[in-house]
């Protein structure tokens, strides 16, 4: 009877509360790809990408017909690319179409590893992949970047900060036909991990194996679900309810991945079970939030909330599996969640109110609309309060925020598919200028000396 329970409840949670494996990720070392001559080292790049990968899509594809889960995206992560050591924008476009028209080649939804690791300085190579980023961003269409600028251990590369505001702002006039779209396939992080499986930010450490499977699992509609009918229930009870359900979601995710990773001859890395909202009715972390009795996601109490919610999905996941990696919690992403559209677009959900969220969450600033005027330094300046959060609370932070080209606070930018669509957002008029300029490195926490 117990099992005649969990498949019917694992029935369930496919057909009616959005259940699903969000992404079947493949990490690619192309440490072996790098040399000298860049338009040599990039086709190496396209052949082993597309040597590896060739058929992740129809494995992972078959397989969730097999079992009946759906594979929403199939992913590649390769090794940051600023590794290649380029020194011109014409060199970093050579990887960037390399890896944008692998992704095509092999049927993936997107690639990331377009990225550089700069927390503690720049060499003068990665200062020349900054400047190509709004470049590459604007001519591919599947490929994604990141930039890692602090971390706990080594502190906040202020110089690199600064660069970051202006860096965005190129990227979204140069891609103003879209929206700005190009901005949102950029973060910038603080303590970046080597195992993430979710884009815009994934990356394959240099710490990785040759070729992994790393699998992102989702369910906000699931966890919601398993809270409704909760309305007498105390706190503790709510998150014995979550972890419960979260365990019952990584098994579900674990069976596929390892199949995945089987049937490709490849290991499976890490699990990493993050509630990742989508636009659809019903699949929203804010309506988890709601449910537990805020009247609207962004309400007094969201941040209290929104912790109890990431540390019980965390709990759940590391009972039901060993692997468990990546981010791991809740991501708050505004456009791709149909109730935080609804609480931005009442003003109970501002950007200072996010901002406090970041600091539970799994991330951090996710898929932020903000006007298309926002100054440089205030965008760098919200990527160094961001950064700030992450080095001192020892967790990964991220700010993902699209100054829409044309558009002001109160206007709606629409992006499509998974990225959904947003009210541009209110930011503060004060100005920041003066402390980003100034540069240098924020030091560590002295907590960071750790041994």
């Known amino acids: 009877m117990a099992i005649y329970k969990d498949i019917m409840e694992t029935i369930h949670m496919l057909e009616k509360e959005h259940l699903d494996i ?12 790098f040399g ?27 397989v969730g017909d097999e079992y009946g889960i759906q594979i929403v995206n199939k992913r590649i992560s390769v090794t940051p690319i600023a590794l ?9 476009l050579l990887y960037a179409h390399a890896l944008d028209d692998a992704a095509k080649a092999v049927g993936v939804d997107i690639i990331g590893g377009f990225s550089a690791l700069v927390h503690k300085g720049c060499t003068v190579s990665d200062e020349s992949f900054i400047e190509a980023i709004p470049y590459a961003l604007a001519e591919t269409t599947n ?21 970051m505001g202006p860096m965005i702002k190129k990227t979204a006039y140069l891609t103003r036909d879209t929206n700005s779209f190009g901005c949102a396939k950029f973060v910038a992080f603080a303590n970046a991990v080597e195992d993430n499986p979710f884009m815009a930010g994934a ?9 992994v499977i790393n699998v992102g699992v989702s ?6 679900t398993a809270l409704q009918g909760l309305d007498h229930a105390t706190a503790d009870e709510i998150a014995e309810t979550i972890k419960q359900t979260a365990f019952k979601i990584t098994r579900a995710g674990q069976l596929i991945g390892r199949e995945v990773s089987a049937r490709l001859g490849i290991p499976f890395g890490i699990l990493d079970l993050s509630l990742a909202p989508t636009p659809a009715i019903g699949d929203s972390v804010a309506e988890i939030l709601e449910v537990m009795g805020l009247e609207r996601c962004g309400a007094h109490g969201s941040t209290a909330a929104l912790a109890m919610l990431t540390d019980a999905v965390k709990k759940g996941g590391i009972m039901a599996s060993g692997h468990v990696g990546g981010l791991s ?36 600033l996710d898929m ?9 330094d205030t965008i760098s300046a919200m990527i160094a309060d961001e950064a700030a959060i992450g080095v001192i609370n020892n967790k990964t932070t991220a700010v993902r925020v699209i100054p829409v080209y044309g558009m002001k606070a109160g206007d709606t930018a629409d992006w499509g598919g998974l990225f959904g669509s947003s009210p541009v957002m209110e930011v503060n008029q004060f100005d920041s200028s003066r402390f980003i300029q100034r540069g240098g490195r924020i030091p560590a926490p002295v907590h960071s000396f750790k041994n």
């Not at 809740?330 to 901002?355: Q, W, Y």
């Open 22 to 33: 969000r992404t079947t990720t493949m990490g690619i070392s192309l440490l072996d790809c």
């Open 219 to 224: 369910g906000p509609g699931v966890v919601k």
């Open 143 to 163: 490929m994604c970047s990141s930039i890692n600028l602090g971390s706990t251990r080594s502190g906040i590369n202020l110089d690199a900060v600064k660069k």
């Open 329 to 364: 919690g809740a991501f708050i992403p505004v456009s791709e969640d149909n109730r935080m559209i609804a609480a931005a677009e009442d003003g109970c959900l501002t950007f200072d109110k996010l901002e406090a969220m970041t600091s539970v969450c799994s991330v951090g």
């Open 36 to 62: 000298r001559d860049h338009k040599e080292s990039a086709r190496r790049v396209y052949d082993k990408i597309t040597r590896l990968a060739q058929n992740l899509v129809t494995t992972a594809d078959s």
């Open 203 to 211: 990356f394959h450490g240099v710490g990785e194996a040759e070729n």
């Open 84 to 92: 290649a050591n380029a020194s011109t924008t014409e060199e970093w």
């Open 368 to 376: 932020i609309a903000i006007p298309g005027d926002t100054p440089d």
